[in-house]
């Protein structure tokens, strides 16, 4: 008797070889600031960027949608599902409404600055509300949604996990979702998770949503002027098969300045995986680009 065939890889239902190094370089925190999607938007047109993710409860989402909205099917957009505003003097609600969802409110009517605190005070049911109000937002403003990742990771928490993949079988687009890691997770904070993250990729996976292989999400953990090597670590350290690969490029200035003190960070991704420079050193290092609308296409 013939031994069973094993499935095809997700690379290989993507086209590639399974050994191949498959990055989806993706921009995080659209809709963050001005100065986000400048860098994003940029770097989706000029760069090795091949898709982002939109934050949709921040100030600067209607200019994210109407970029989107101007240019149908030209960016390969997502929701960066948002339970916290994180920032000292820049912060943002939910969108569902302070009523809708109180318990992610804090007590300065905002969302909560940690996901620990989200954590701790939410309630699930509340949470699934709040996602699917972000998903729908973004649906109403034009926005070709292609996939969903959760902002600081606060939707991974385990009791939020069972919705994240309700809601991506319910809207029928790929979610983030990789098969546990413990080393990672440990590295996250999220050792004892990893049953629960477990459970997600098998329902996922059982609604017949793919799973990357993957997650590289070492943005912005260097310091001013470690941008190169930072960048060529990354890349080096990347294996075969389809990584997230995560980053927030976006454009220097004042305003950035005055929100994030990793703006510095975000001006180096922007400006390295924005350009020439970056599509060259993924090149040099024989690793191939896929967007997160490809994935979703083998869903049709």
């Known amino acids: 008797m013939s031994a069973p065939v094993a499935p095809p890889s997700l690379a290989e239902r993507l086209g590639f070889a399974a050994s191949d190094r498959i990055a989806v370089v993706h921009a995080d925190d659209i809709g963050m600031c001005h100065a986000a999607n400048e860098g994003a938007f940029d770097a989706l047109e000029h760069g090795v960027v091949t898709c982002g993710s939109i934050m949709v409860p921040c100030p600067w989402?209607?200019?994210?949608?109407?970029?989107?909205?101007a240019n149908p099917g030209a960016y390969d957009l997502g929701v960066h599902l948002t339970l916290n505003a994180e920032w000292s003097r820049y912060r943002w609600g939910p969108v569902a409404g302070r009523r809708a969802v109180p318990s992610l409110v804090d007590a300065e009517g905002y969302l909560p600055r940690t996901s620990l605190e989200v954590a701790k005070r939410a309630k699930?049911?509340?949470?699934?509300?709040?996602?699917?109000?972000?998903?729908?937002?973004?649906?109403?403003?034009?926005?070709?949604?292609?996939h969903l990742d959760a902002h600081m990771g606060t939707a991974f928490f385990p009791p939020f996990l069972e919705s994240y993949a309700k809601l991506a079988q319910e809207f029928r687009i790929p979610a983030l979702a990789v098969t546990p890691d413990p080393p990672a997770l440990a590295r996250a904070g999220l050792a004892g998770a990893a049953d629960m993250i477990r459970r997600v990729v098998e329902l996922l996976s059982a609604a017949g949503l793919p799973i990357l292989d993957a997650l590289d999400s070492n943005s912005l953990g260097f310091p001013a002027g470690g941008g190169e090597a930072h960048a060529q670590s990354r890349l080096?350290?990347?294996?075969?098969?389809?990584?997230?690969?995560?980053?927030?490029?976006?454009?220097?200035?004042?305003?950035?300045?005055?929100?994030?003190?990793d703006h510095h960070a975000r001006a180096f991704e922007h400006q390295f995986y924005g350009s020439a420079r970056g599509r060259a050193a993924l090149a040099e290092a024989g690793i191939c680009t896929v967007g997160m609308r490809a994935l979703r296409d083998l869903l049709a």
């Open 124 to 146: 699930p049911a509340e949470v699934e509300t709040e996602l699917r109000a972000q998903i729908e937002m973004a649906l109403s403003a034009g926005i070709d949604v292609t």
């Open 61 to 69: 989402f209607p200019e994210a949608a109407a970029r989107a909205r």
């Open 236 to 261: 080096a350290g990347l294996g075969a098969g389809v990584t997230y690969f995560i980053l927030h490029p976006a454009r220097d200035g004042e305003e950035l300045r005055a929100i994030t003190p």
